[in-house]
């Protein structure tokens, strides 16, 4: 017992250290993968080793390997920090090493998971309604959506498609923008309908759809089973799909409307960007990360779906050993996963940590810096290239090369972290501000660093 102790607080402590450093810490140290590959390899042990010496040896291979990522001057991708509280309830749940599986398996996971799904649908405005599936990820969140909108687009003309498949089905139309999010197209292979059954809608100045080409594409076509999917956060500039205006143009052609929301649903959180998500409530279904923006430990997100019954007809499995299905549909029937991690309590600790007000803070301060980059960035000479309307930040640094070239050095001087990217034919530098820790004077250090290196 002394000895399990002991190594937990040995866990906790280096994870804590660690935290600590991040403020401080260059973000781009150079990284040598095959030292890192050296440490972890060896022949598999033949024998067991006392637990204390794995975790040593664990800490000392893994850690010269870390990406601070978790640190407030890390604006790569759409990645968010982790709050201490919900940090340290995943550590809990690791601890505990639940199967959230269902109420029988582990009924705290299911009612963390239940009170959090209420909290997170009342910040996002998603009808209370409306189901709820932890999921693993934005990725897996738009593959659970859209599952439940090929089953009721498909069971509206009688086809019922957890049976039958998709050999032989009618056809589905998928009308989704030019500018969606990848992992769109890989929820569609995984679901058997496959990338080229999308028709391409083209996005208006700042990415997002365009409605009057959307009501043209909707025209174009036959009728029949037809899913839509818009987007709220542009993964590129942050800008949101007019949800209220598709969401009615899709439904009076009898269309399913899926909204991938990964980060940019969190504008619902705050009253001065909600107008960005205006009518989100129209939707069929919808998916949102709680690892990006709500700054939740990974692997976290939600699946909602308008329709629990619809949710569970396209996830649930059932099994003669599943003693407790047949209840209320939760848990594993509203993912893809069957034995799950207990997610569901980091997310109600990370709810609870920042509460109404603190989500709503946390979404405007993350814009407000991201402007301060723009204003800054735009002040020292450089082209910002998107408009500015959540947290996503385009820099032009003249031409293709050059941009490419400031991105490299950034990475390599290490004060902050940016990533490049293509939008509109332009390399662009990307800047994402998704942590919770960052503070106004992390973005001028940032701001200050690229000026430096840009002369
Ligand atoms: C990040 C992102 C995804 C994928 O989310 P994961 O959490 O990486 O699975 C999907 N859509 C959008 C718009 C995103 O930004």
Known sequence: MEEMSRLFRLAADRASGYRQSLPDRLVGTPFDQGALADAFAGPLPSVPSPPEQV???LLAAAEPGLVASAGPRYFGFVIGGALPAATAADML???????????????????????????????????????????????AANTVGLAAARHQVLADVGWDVERRGLLGAPPIRVIAGDERHATIDRSLRLLGLGMDVVEPVPAGPNGAIDLGSLREVLRA???????????????????????????????????????DGAFGLWAAASPATRHLVDGLELADSWACDGHKWLNL????????????????????????????SGGTPAGADLTAESSRRARGFAVWAGLRELGRDGVAELVDRCCALARRFAEGLTSAGFEVANEVVLNQVLVDFGDDASTDRMVAAVQADGTCWVGGTTWRGRRLMRISVSNATTTEADVDRSIAAITRLAT
């Open 55 to 57: 975790l040593t040896d």
């Open 93 to 139: 749940a690791a601890g505990w090493d639940q199967n959230a599986h269902n109420a029988v398996t582990s009924p705290a996971a299911i009612a963390a998971e239940a009170a959090a799904g209420a909290w997170l649908k009342e910040l996002l405005g998603i009808p209370p309604s409306a189901s709820a599936g932890f999921v693993t990820g934005c990725q």
């Open 221 to 259: 076509g036959s009728p029949g089973p037809t899913i839509v999917c818009l987007q709220s956060g542009n993964v590129n500039t942050g800008a949101c799909d007019q949800l209220r205006e598709a969401c009615e143009l899709v439904h009076r052609h009898g269309g399913w409307v899926h909204v």
């Open 297 to 324: 430990p990974y692997d976290s997100a939600f699946a909602f779906c308008a329709r629990l019954d619809v949710h569970a007809a396209a996830m649930s499995y059932a099994a003669a050993y599943l003693v407790g």
